[in-house]
């Protein structure tokens, strides 16, 4: 490598991390280029939130260590460190006593700055929400709402990365959908980092630049979603592709049917 060159903006290197018997994370390597998109996708329990949390320090490694640009994220104080990622989580984690303005403020309010009215408007209207619901309360949303809260409030501490875990899991499909293109939109204008834990590999190949597949604690493919679709990535990453495949060209006959 050149020494010259910058570090990668996010390392992982040989991360790895154990609970009792079970082996999370397995000694995982690899960089990540600021402004990718990248999606972690994998089965249940295959290691995707332990390897996400390590970045935020919400799970320390074992072994190994994670470092953002150059720096390893175990020599920042970790709620300095979360307070520099946004991180988004299935469920959303607002709280309930506090109305719409007041969670999105928490990050601010946490450096010991207010969320001004202009900032909020333009959080609001980041994640397309109506700048009426500011003051309502997480109960009187919608899901999907609440989800766009959680995605403002991941966004106002202006964090060039962001982190999310299976951010849509419980949406039904059409808000998904919509909030995924949000998402991957907002990716872009905002020139962010983003890393995006999901279980749905359709969701992966539509929004991210490139796909990590983990299987028992390993990244054991590592593709563009046109390299997937061409088959690349192997047994484990070509079974989670086959099912949008076969869905898509299904869907295709169909309206080529339709259409005929
Ligand atoms: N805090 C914990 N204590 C004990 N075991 C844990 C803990 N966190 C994760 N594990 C175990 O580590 C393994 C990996 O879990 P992890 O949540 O990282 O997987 P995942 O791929 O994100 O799964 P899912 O898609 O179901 O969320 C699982 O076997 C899980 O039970």
Do not use: C, W
């Not at 999370?24 to 939130?49: Q, R």
């Not at 390897?51 to 970790?78: H, M, Q, S, Y």
């Not at 209207?125 to 949303?141: H, I, K, Q, S, W």
């Amino acid at each position: 490598m050149d020494p010259a060159a910058a570090p990668p903006f996010l390392r992982f290197e040989s991360v790895a991390r154990q609970f009792g018997d079970t082996t999370a994370v397995a000694g995982v390597s690899l960089a990540i280029d600021a402004d990718a998109f990248v999606a972690l996708v994998g089965a249940s329990g295959s290691g995707k939130s332990t390897l996400l949390k390590t970045v935020n320090r919400l799970v320390e490694p074992d072994a190994g260590r994670v470092l953002i640009e150059g720096r390893d994220v175990a020599a920042i104080a970790p709620a300095a460190l979360r307070r520099s990622i946004g991180y988004v989580f299935q469920g959303v984690g607002l709280f309930s006593h506090l109305r719409v303005a007041e969670n999105i403020g928490m990050v601010p309010r946490l450096e010991g700055q207010r969320l001004t009215a202009d900032r909020l408007a333009e959080l609001l209207a980041l994640v397309e929400l109506d700048a009426g619901l500011a003051t309502r309360y997480p109960d009187a949303l919608s899901g999907g709402q609440r989800q766009r809260v959680g995605v403002a409030r991941a966004l106002a501490g202006n964090p060039g990365l962001l982190l999310m875990d299976e951010p849509f899991g419980a949406l039904d499909p059409i808000t998904r959908a919509g909030l995924g293109e949000r998402v991957r939109a907002l990716h872009d204008e905002l020139g962010l980092t983003t890393i995006m834990v999901t279980h749905d590999m359709t969701e992966a190949l539509l929004l991210a630049d490139r796909v990590l597949v983990m299987d028992r604690g390993l990244v054991v493919a590592d593709e563009t979603p046109a390299a997937l679709m061409r088959g690349a990535g192997g047994a484990v990453a070509q079974a989670l592709v086959a099912v949008p495949r076969a869905q898509a060209l299904r869907l295709s006959d169909r309206l080529a049917e339709a259409t005929r």
